[in-house]
């Protein structure tokens, strides 16, 4: 049984083609399907602009600002407004309006603003790491892809948690407000050193190991906590990964640098800072939210915590009267981390290139509710991801009406070690075959699983491993529809399930196996499965009435069990034949059943 391996790209990878946004979205990105007119194109990324035609520009809303260089590019390609410090009522009225949305984090993107959004929003960016002010669950739930920009800003964090260090262990803005009130304390302001005290790391991902790196060129001893970060990379600059507990127990200094999330909300409380050293100093420039601030400022007042320097606060901004902002020692900063000349351009520019990416139909390797699959892959991958939603599409198809589809299993056939396969697109695409065309849903590659999962609709895949050389990703895939009736029964193969396979010839998908049957018809265009009595003449037959009616045959390919047996005829043709061609072709006496096919 095989499931998808997860790819992982490195930040900087450069923007990916995908294909996955729907086409019955209103200007939307979609995959364009080639169609057979005579001559093959390949497939294509498109723009689909409706309601006010092909020529008109997406909408993006910036909400907070933006540099200009990534304000420059957005406009190359878009309409851009720029409203800042909207009401979450006013964001909800000017959201229907919008493909996109460019945010800081200053700006909740709420499940209201994606409901009010009424199906326009494609994608939201986040002009920087933190995405905890977006909805993750309903941006999905509502096929919004959402983008941040994850490197831009990391050593601008990462400096100013290194400057509130060095400023709290010297009371420097403390000092500095007591000098300007007329006052010269000096023996008030006496601080401690950092040379030789231990630094906590809590969360080793890029802010945290550049903090790191430069705590160690303050000759500060620095361990890191972090369930996920390799050790070898804390090793390679001289870091020791150690559990949660030893770390706070260590750390005269604790450093915080790990996301906001349900698991590491209010990690430091009462009971973790009864774990730590009397007297230690906390920095957060990660999030408010992962500090019980009401816990901190009882750890300040016994004496557990000396020092506390915070950058950002469970409300932002916090209350006016908040004791934990106003406790003499505290040193605190508006959320200023990412605030550098230098950091704000780069996220400006790097968000700008991601949402122009994705309203293009190319999907951010910065996508955060989607899986990020390396170019190359993608590329191979490409005709498959066609074949794929065309089964998907054939065999909801063969469904007798009134058979609710549960089940489906699709198998995939190829000589690559199950690792070297990643089946999360395929699985996307196979699942908008399969439900696009008996619903209103639309399904992209954000919302195919949920969407699958919503409507009851199970996926298993399997992996069936092939000798000889793994040249091409896959031999074949095949979509099998259990517990169902078929309108074409010869679709039903032999273990009782709806059965479509297919194969790419030449960058062609083909359907090459319905049921039980052999077949070989490129997927362009739309079909007809005949199954007859295989005797002469019914190629000639079937298409002389095709011609009559002036639908252009583009394939005709004929599968049999045995000669003068049963076999099924496919034919692919150009255009959807006419209620009374299809009645024409019924009535050919050795023809049993037939099922006429949209891709
Ligand atoms: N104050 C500011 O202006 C800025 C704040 N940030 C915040 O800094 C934080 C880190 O950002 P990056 O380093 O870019 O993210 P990152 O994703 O590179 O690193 C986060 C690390 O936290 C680790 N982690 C997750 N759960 C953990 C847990 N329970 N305990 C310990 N570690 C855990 C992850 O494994 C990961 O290595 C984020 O919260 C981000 O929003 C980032 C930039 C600017
Ligand atoms: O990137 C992050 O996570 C930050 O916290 C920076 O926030 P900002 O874009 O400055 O509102």
Same mark, same amino acid.
């Given at each position: ?16 083609? #995908? ?62 407004? $720029? ?10 009225? !000017? ?179 009864? !774990? ?19 816990? #901190? ?25 908040? !004791? ?205 499965? $005949? ?50 061609? #299809? ?17």
């Amino acid at each position: 049984m095989a499931t998808s391996a997860s790819s992982s790209v490195s930040p900087r990878q450069p923007s990916l083609k #995908l294909s996955l946004l729907s086409s019955k979205q209103s200007l939307s990105p979609v995959f364009s399907v080639p169609f057979n007119h005579g001559k093959r194109s390949l497939p294509r990324f498109v723009i689909v602009a409706s309601g006010s035609g092909l020529s008109s520009k997406p909408t993006v809303l910036v909400a907070e600002k933006l540099g200009e260089a990534g304000l420059g590019l957005l406009k190359e390609f878009a309409n851009v407004d $720029c409203s800042y410090n909207l009401t979450p009522e006013e964001l909800c009225t !000017k959201i229907s309006l919008c493909d996109a949305l460019i945010v800081r984090s200053g700006t909740k993107v709420s499940r209201e603003v994606f409901e009010s959004s009424a199906g326009r929003l494609k994608v939201v960016g986040r002009a920087g790491v933190g995405i905890d002010n977006v909805d993750l669950a309903a941006a999905t739930e509502f096929g919004c892809l959402v983008v941040n920009a994850p490197t831009a800003n990391t050593v601008a964090a990462a400096e100013h948690g290194i400057a509130l260090l060095a400023a709290m262990a010297r009371n420097v803005a403390q000092a500095d407000a007591s000098v300007k009130a007329g006052k010269w304390q000096r023996n008030k302001y006496v601080g401690v050193s950092l040379v030789g005290k231990t630094l906590a790391v809590m969360g080793f991902g890029k802010v945290g190991s550049e903090v790191a790196r430069r705590a160690k060129g303050l000759g500060m001893h620095v361990i890191a906590h972090d369930p996920y970060a390799p050790a070898d990379r804390a090793r390679a600059i001289g870091v020791d990964l150690v559990g949660f507990d030893e770390a706070l127990a260590r750390a005269d200094f604790v450093s915080l640098h790990m996301p906001l999330t349900p698991s590491t909300s209010k990690m430091l409380n009462d009971e973790t800072f009864a !774990k730590m050293k009397k007297g230690v100093r906390i920095i957060n420039v990660a999030r408010g939210g992962v500090i019980d601030e009401d816990a #901190l400022v009882r750890a300040l007042d016994s004496g557990i915590v000396a020092q506390a320097a915070l950058d950002v606060f469970t409300v932002e901004p916090p209350p006016q009267d908040s !004791k934990l902002v106003r406790h003499e020692r505290v040193t605190v900063t508006p959320h200023l981390g990412a605030s550098t000349m230098e950091a704000q351009e780069g996220v400006a520019i790097e968000i700008a290139e991601a949402v122009v990416g994705a309203l293009k139909g190319e999907l951010a390797a910065t996508a955060v509710n989607a899986p990020m699959v390396p170019a190359e892959v993608l590329t191979e991958l490409k005709p498959f991801v066609e074949l794929a939603e065309k089964l998907g599409r054939l065999a909801v198809q063969l469904v007798a009406g009134g058979s609710g589809v549960k089940t489906v299993k699709v198998t995939y056939a190829s000589s690559r070690a199950p690792d070297d396969l990643d089946t999360r697109l395929l699985r996307a695409m196979i699942t908008k075959g399969l439900i696009e065309p008996i619903s209103s849903v639309f399904v992209n590659l954000v919302n195919a699983d949920y969407t699958a999962k919503q409507r009851g609709l199970r996926i298993t895949e399997e992996r069936i491993l092939l000798d000889g050389s793994p040249e091409n990703p896959l031999e074949f895939i095949q979509v099998q529809i259990a517990n169902v009736e078929s309108k074409f029964a010869s679709a039903i193969s032999e273990s009782g399930e709806i059965k479509v396979e297919g194969r790419v010839k030449d960058g062609v998908p083909h359907l090459t196996k319905v049921g039980s049957f052999e077949v070989d018809v490129s997927l362009e265009g739309s079909i007809i499965l $005949c199954r007859q009595v295989d005797q002469p003449g019914m190629i000639g037959q079937v298409g002389s009435i095709l011609g009559e009616e002036n639908v252009n045959v583009s394939f005709m390919s004929v599968g049999r069990i045995a000669p003068r047996k049963h076999a099924v005829m496919a034919i692919g043709v150009d255009d959807q034949p006419s209620k009374q061609t #299809l009645k024409r072709i019924g009535e050919v006496p050795a023809i049993e059943e037939f099922v006429f096919l949209k891709l």
